[in-house]
């Protein structure tokens, strides 16, 4: 810990006002209402953190307690788990500072900053002259992608256990629920409160490798949103589950498989210490562990990138000029609180930054063309506004080369649109486009994946089709059938005019962007298929839901998009409620929820002072 002023101040208090700060998260939790109380709460808690991790997290767990939450092992299971890493992080830190101000936008959503941190990603300029771009041959066969994400196979998925649940993730049984009668029994398939049970992940591949696709991009999230008790390490049950997945994709999809590390694929969720951490906290294990579950589709090099990349790696794929660089998007995610453990500016955590350029450095001298996948969209509020910048700036130096970008995280049928200009959002300045495949699991909608037609020239997608499963359909119980929701070209083509031979540009999407501001009709069949038609929440211009959805279908950087976040219990709540309808990008995927936890704690703490 540094001694600023702030800690000083701390020292010099009474030792009984001490004793009660260090021992009271509670009073500490009330005092907190804007960025200012937060940072000065940071103080309290260095104090608490410094009598070790224990006390700290105990501390945490006894306030969530008291705040009397519906489901009282989220305490232990949410506070047990990251009450360590959150203790490193104000013991490291001083509380008057630019990270402080960043942890209090992760915990809170206070000190909230759209303006990322200065920084130029050190680029090669371009050759002089360019190479000239590929031209596509007119009328080559396209060959067929097809991309999965959001997996959530839940082990513990029981069949018959309560559907209906006061948890985060229901059909299993929890002690705390034994001997209960049951509302809703658990379908052999799946239902919408709980993840993919076993048997609907099997349906899946199998649905998946029916399309007979060249080859598979997998952004990732295996395991099921559930906090692990036991030491923020190794986990056996995560590496488990992630063998297990990675053996079922190997038996039932015969194409390679290009596979992204996602915020749920560590133990606790959502925690990727940087390697400027102490090594005795590393994830070391689950790059290990993946390094040699992929090796089968990625071939010795490139999986040892993922062992020494901390999860990235660089390929070619097969007899195509293509390029696929897969980035762990978890180094720049919000909600990792490792990040927060350093007042040292770190723009480019392990060094992901600087593989991507020399990757596509290497790509462009060969006159290779690229496609970058990753699990977190860059423009969503759960990319850290600093490194969703330098990203963008790799993107316009190299956008002739990157010609496709492909995520997952929001369980949803989306897409990003980036800009060579964000002051001026026209079709002539989009340089990019960052597709989103939906999830398979039935929390968010109707379980669902994309089929792209890929032109074997210029590898930009002249087709898209979503094949979902309907949960509600009678015979879904029984055996799962899988058949087309809609055909991008048939239903968005037709509304922007897109001529029969033009690809699925980001000047496509844009003008589709164009129809959902003029067309509200539109807009609402786009509303639908976010969640496939399932769970529909509704958005029109109230509370100007349509104008921020539109607004986030223009912000591949998250400087840019409307998720104005003023923090605070009240306004977290208001917008979660209002969310999911109101700005699209209500973040599903939080692994661990802290920032829910937190807000929940808070209001129920207000409330009972009222
Ligand atoms: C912490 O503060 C709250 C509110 O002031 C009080 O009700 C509670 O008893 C205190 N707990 C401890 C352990 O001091
Ligand atoms: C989940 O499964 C594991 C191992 O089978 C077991 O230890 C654990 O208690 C189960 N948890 C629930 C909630 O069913
Ligand atoms: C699920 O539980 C909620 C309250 O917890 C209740 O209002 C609802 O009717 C239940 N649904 C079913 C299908 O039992
Ligand atoms: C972290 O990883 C990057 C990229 O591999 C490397 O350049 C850097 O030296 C590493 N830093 C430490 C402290 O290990
Ligand atoms: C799913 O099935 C239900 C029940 O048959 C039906 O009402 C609904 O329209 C279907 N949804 C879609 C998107 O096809
Ligand atoms: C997008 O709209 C602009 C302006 O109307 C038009 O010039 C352009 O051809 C359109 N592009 C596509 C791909 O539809
Ligand atoms: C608006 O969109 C709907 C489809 O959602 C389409 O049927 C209708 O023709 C569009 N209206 C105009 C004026 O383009
Ligand atoms: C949507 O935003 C635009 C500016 O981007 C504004 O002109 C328009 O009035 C807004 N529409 C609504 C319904 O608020």
Redesign the pocket.
């Known amino acids: 810990m540094r001694f600023n002023f702030w800690s000083l101040a701390t020292l010099l208090l009474s030792s009984s006002q001490r004793a009660n700060a260090r021992s009271n998260v509670t009073e500490v939790l009330e005092s907190i209402v804007d960025c200012a109380t937060c940072l000065l709460a940071i103080v309290p808690l260095q104090g608490l953190a410094l009598l070790g991790d224990d006390v700290f997290s105990d501390g945490f767990v006894a306030a969530c307690d008291a705040a009397k939450l519906q489901d009282p092992d989220v305490c232990s299971g949410t506070f047990g788990l990251l009450g360590p890493i959150l203790a490193h992080d104000v013991r490291s830190i001083d509380a008057v500072s630019t990270t402080a101000e960043r942890l209090c936008d992760a915990l809170f959503g206070f000190c909230a900053n759209k303006t990322p941190q200065p920084f130029t990603v050190p680029l090669q300029p371009p050759s002089s002259p360019p190479s000239p771009p590929v031209a596509p041959t007119p009328r080559n066969r396209p060959f067929t992608v097809v991309h999965i994400s959001d997996v959530h196979i839940d082990r513990n998925y029981t069949v018959g256990s309560e559907a209906n649940c006061t948890k985060n993730i229901c059909c299993r049984n929890y002690p705390d629920e034994a001997g209960k009668p049951i509302l809703e029994h658990a379908q052999p398939f799946g239902n919408h409160q709980c993840d993919t049970p076993a048997d609907l992940a099997d349906s899946f591949l199998e649905a998946v490798n029916s399309f007979n696709p060249e080859f598979v991009i997998f952004t990732d999230a295996h395991v099921s949103l559930k906090v692990i008790p036991g030491k923020p390490h190794k986990s056996k049950g995560v590496t488990t589950d992630l063998e297990d997945f990675n053996a079922e994709m190997l038996s039932k999809i015969t194409a390679t498989i290009y596979p992204a590390f996602g915020n749920h694929d560590s133990n606790p969720f959502d925690s990727f210490p940087r390697n400027t951490t102490n090594p005795a906290d590393n994830v070391q294990w689950v790059f290990d562990t993946q390094s040699a579950g992929w090796e089968h589709w990625l071939g010795s090099a490139a999986s040892q990138q993922v062992k020494h990349m901390s999860g990235s790696y660089a390929v070619s794929a097969p007899d195509r000029n293509l390029m696929i660089i897969s980035v762990n998007t978890q180094f720049w995610y919000r909600q990792n609180l490792w990040l927060y453990d350093s007042n040292t500016f770190q723009p480019d955590p392990n060094g992901i930054f600087a593989f991507m350029a020399d990757q596509l450095q290497a790509a462009e001298d060969k006159g290779q063309l690229v496609w970058i996948m990753g699990h977190i969209p860059l423009g969503k509020p759960d990319t850290i506004e600093d490194q969703s910048n330098y990203y963008n700036q790799i993107l316009q130096r190299y956008k002739d080369t990157i010609v496709g970008q492909f995520f997952g995280h929001s369980h949803k049928d989306q897409f990003e649109i980036a800009y060579s200009d964000y002051d001026n959002r026209i079709a002539a300045n989009a340089v990019g486009v960052g597709i989103i495949c939906p999830a398979l699991t039935p929390t968010s909608g109707n379980p669902a994946f994309k089929v792209y037609e890929v032109d074997p020239d210029t590898f930009s997608i002249m087709n898209m089709r979503i094949i979902f499963t309907n949960v509600s359909d009678p015979t879904f119980q029984k055996k799962p059938t899988w058949s087309v929701y809609y055909d991008v070209r048939e239903v968005y083509g037709t509304l922007v005019g897109l001529p029969e031979t033009s690809e699925l540009s980001p000047a496509f999407w844009h003008n589709l962007t164009e129809v959902f501001?003029a067309n509200e009709t539109a807009f609402q069949l786009f509303n639908t298929h976010i969640s496939r038609g399932g769970a529909v929440t509704p958005c029109d211009?109230t509370d100007?839901c349509?104008?921020n959805t539109?607004?986030d279908m223009r912000s591949f950087r998250s400087q840019d998009n409307c998720d104005l976040d003023a923090g605070g219990f009240t306004t977290t709540l208001r917008r979660r409620s209002a969310s999911v309808g109101s700005l699209q990008d209500a973040s599903e995927c939080e692994g661990t929820r802290i920032r829910e936890v937190l807000a929940k704690i808070q209001s129920n703490l207000w409330a009972r002072r009222k």
């Open positions: 501001a211009d100007d349509r104008n539109i607004c």
